[in-house]
């Protein structure tokens, strides 16, 4: 299936991307469906092999989330179960969505003072962040601003809740949903997630604002030359060195590809040198031959 419209959100970092590495299935996604880490740092995901399409990770000095894309829009990522023999999950059309923060109120409890987002309890500024992504996944890919279901609370959110789509409900659904309302799994995440005012003000059509000044991970909409190479260092890579799967950003690869040419001309040099050398000696030589 082709994909369609944008593949790259608009600022998001690929310094963690896994797409080269679980290539997954091409669609064109018209369901989001929201997650949170339950952890306050970017996950590991396992290398890739649990991981979503998008991370969005709160930096709270600045007020604002910072975009990190694992997979483009329209590609089948890995966050759901997705059992044999039933429906399809991870690959039915949804771009998957994860929240660095929890939606377990005992969690929440527990952290403390420690900075984190609880999403029953979404700051102003990570609502407008998330209404952002919502707009521009209608405005660039048609995912409707709309949410038919309930975001219940967790725990009560969590295994066969009243919430959770029957197989049929899940196959035709359209608009955002959260893990806690798809089938054939069991997490109760992203809990009471605010949905109704992410959606009024991705409609609001309110631009995302900062309080701080731009940082590389900022909106790309119109990048620089300097944004581009930036960019470009980061992408990640087969590790040329290995046989195994392995990646890097090409800043190394290239930086790699420079000592060893670095070396490459120490060694012309060196062959140079001993062939003058002899050359100089045959000179000698046949210098004595003809006095001789």
């Excluded at 419209?5 to 310094?15: E, F, H, M, V």
């Excluded at 969005?56 to 975009?67: T, V």
């Excluded at 800043?251 to 002899?278: P, Y």
Aim: glycine share 8%; proline share 7%; charged share 20%.
């Amino acid at each position: 299936m082709a994909k369609t419209g944008p593949q790259r959100y608009p600022g998001a970092s690929t310094a963690y991307w896994y797409g080269s590495r679980y290539p997954g299935s091409a669609m064109e996604s018209n369901v989001v469906v929201w997650h949170t880490t339950e952890g306050t740092s970017l996950p590991s995901y396992d290398g890739g092999s649990s991981a979503p399409n998008f991370t969005a990770r709160p930096n709270f000095a600045a007020k604002r989330l910072e975009w990190f894309q694992h997979f483009d829009f329209d590609v089948s990522s890995r966050a759901l179960v997705n059992r044999a023999g039933g429906v399809e999950t991870n690959t039915l059309n949804v771009v998957q969505v994860e929240i660095v923060g929890t939606c377990d109120p005992a969690t929440h409890k527990k952290w403390g003072s420690t900075p984190h987002l609880y999403t029953p309890e979404l700051p102003d500024w990570a609502i407008r962040d998330l209404a952002a992504f919502a707009r521009w996944a209608n405005e660039q890919h048609g995912v409707p601003l709309a949410s038919g279901v309930e975001f219940k609370a967790y725990p009560s959110s969590y295994g066969a809740s009243s919430v959770r789509l029957s197989n049929a409900a899940w196959s035709n659904y359209r608009g955002h949903c959260g893990h806690q309302h798809v089938p054939e799994n069991d997490h109760g995440d992203p809990g009471a997630l605010p949905m109704a005012a992410i959606l009024a003000r991705a409609k609001g059509g309110t631009a995302p604002s900062t309080t701080t000044p731009p940082t590389k991970e900022d909106d790309m909409a119109n990048p620089s030359t300097k944004d581009i190479a930036a960019a470009v260092m980061e992408y990640q890579v087969d590790d040329p060195r290995t046989e195994g799967t392995k990646y890097v950003p090409v800043k190394s690869v290239l930086w790699w590809a420079g000592a060893d040419a670095a070396q490459a001309n120490a060694k012309v040099r060196a062959l140079e040198a001993q062939l003058a050398a002899m050359n100089a000696k045959l000179d000698r030589l046949i210098a004595g031959l003809a006095q001789g």
